[in-house]
């Protein structure tokens, strides 16, 4: 059975970094990023099962990342559901 993958988004680096260790020590598959530009580009690119977001964070909150991924989620239903139907 393959672990979860925890994606945690913190500016508290060393906050961030401990919480991922811990988790890797419980056999999660737990990355750490510091911003929402990485937490776009982890999530894009190896998606997880959770993400853990810092609410209060210098440029982007948690919620502005939150609500960003949600988009890209039901966007990528949309295509998904066209392809299906042939459109």
Same mark, same amino acid.
């Given at each position: 059975? *393959?672990?979860?993958?925890?994606?945690?988004? =913190?500016?508290?680096?060393? $906050? %961030?970094?401990?919480?991922?260790?811990?988790?890797?020590?419980?056999? #999660?598959?737990? !990355?750490?990023? #510091? &911003?929402?530009?990485?937490? $776009?580009? /982890? %999530?894009?690119? =190896?998606?997880?099962?959770? /993400?853990?977001l810092?609410? !209060?964070?210098?440029?982007?909150?948690? /919620?502005?990342?939150l609500? *960003?991924?949600? &988009?890209?989620?039901?966007?990528? !239903?949309?295509?998904?559901? !066209?392809?299906?139907?042939?459109q």
């Amino acid at each position: 059975m *393959t672990s979860a993958k925890i994606l945690i988004v =913190d500016d508290e680096v060393e $906050f %961030a970094s401990v919480l991922a260790e811990r988790l890797q020590l419980r056999g #999660y598959d737990a !990355k750490a990023v #510091y &911003c929402a530009e990485d937490s $776009f580009a /982890i %999530a894009k690119s =190896d998606p997880p099962d959770v /993400i853990l977001l810092d609410l !209060k964070m210098p440029g982007m909150s948690g /919620i502005e990342i939150l609500m *960003t991924m949600i &988009c890209w989620l039901q966007k990528s !239903k949309k295509h998904l559901w !066209k392809r299906l139907k042939g459109q």
